[in-house]
């Protein structure tokens, strides 16, 4: 297939062919524009089975059973995390993969957690529960919208508003560890503060800590690897209220700091 491109002079050139369906790149190479056809198999492959694990969730929520689908959640989390930092190790990044991620993300983070929160609670308030749902999932959407059009304008220490992994995991942290409660008035008042709240924080202009800026990479005392012990000792005995707890907690973080950011300090020796 060839295609056209017009040259500075407005007129048509069909200088490059490209096979039809195949995905072609530009990019630079020292200084110069090189046209580059196919995609990297690696990254893109973490990020597919990303997608997999948030669709896997949403089928096992339609089907009942909410602790597969929460813990398929935060196995797309982990993938998520994967894909990125392994394009940069192996300098496989690309804006397919880019977009890819970012599309994988709204299934994962966004559609997934809020269905899986329906079928578990929500359904059964017609339609207070899916205008809850959809609350969640617009809020995803705007936040990864948001996010891509940032990126490299922003102090990479924070995330302005919530992420939606960690807003993801909220949602999914809760269902995992109340999925064998009775239904009760709190706790479908709880899912609904949870999942709305999250969709409103994602959206948000508060500060979140990124953690971008440790050092992973230097020396530490060995002490620190005790401590890394005991955070997987921790989490192995209660995963779900655990991590629950944990990712509840950074989302209440930002509002805490902003908080607290907003008061202004007094001066020294100033009275009571």
Same mark, same amino acid.
């Given at each position: ?11 048509? $050139? ?53 602790? $597969?689908?929460? =813990?398929? =959640? ?60 959809? =609350? ?11 996010? $891509? ?20 995991? &909220? ?5 995992? &560890? ?26 948000? $202009? ?67």
């Amino acid at each position: 297939m060839t295609e056209e491109r017009k040259t500075a002079d407005g007129k048509q $050139n069909l200088d490059y062919e490209v096979e039809a369906g195949e995905v072609v790149e530009e990019e630079l190479v020292e200084g110069a524009p090189v046209r580059r056809k196919g995609i990297y198999l690696l990254p893109n492959a973490l990020t597919t089975a990303s997608l997999f694990s948030g669709f896997y969730a949403i089928v096992s929520a339609a089907n009942g059973v909410f602790d $597969n689908a929460a =813990i398929a =959640i935060f196995v797309s989390m982990i993938l998520d995390g994967l894909d990125g930092r392994v394009a940069r190790m192996t300098n496989t990044q690309s804006k397919f993969g880019e977009e890819y991620d970012s599309l994988a993300d709204m299934v994962a983070f966004g559609v997934a957690p809020g269905l899986v929160a329906f079928f578990w609670s929500l359904n059964a308030f017609d339609k207070v529960g899916w205008a809850v749902t959809f =609350i969640y999932v617009a809020g995803a959407a705007l936040r990864l919208a948001r996010f $891509n059009t940032q990126i490299g304008s922003v102090d990479k220490k924070f995330f302005v508003g919530l992420p939606s992994p960690a807003a993801a995991a &909220c949602v999914a942290g809760l269902v995992w &560890c109340f999925h064998l409660f009775e239904p009760a008035a709190w706790l479908t008042l709880l899912t609904m503060v949870v999942v709305a709240g999250t969709g409103v924080l994602m959206v948000s $202009n508060i500060l979140y800590r990124s953690f971008k800026d440790l050092d992973l990479r230097g020396r530490v005392p060995f002490a620190a690897i005790l401590l890394v012990v005991l955070v997987f000792v921790v989490i192995a005995l209660d995963p779900a209220t655990v991590l629950f707890t944990g990712f509840l907690i950074y989302a209440l973080s930002g509002p805490v700091r902003a908080l607290f950011r907003g008061k202004p300090r007094k001066a020294p020796g100033a009275a009571d």
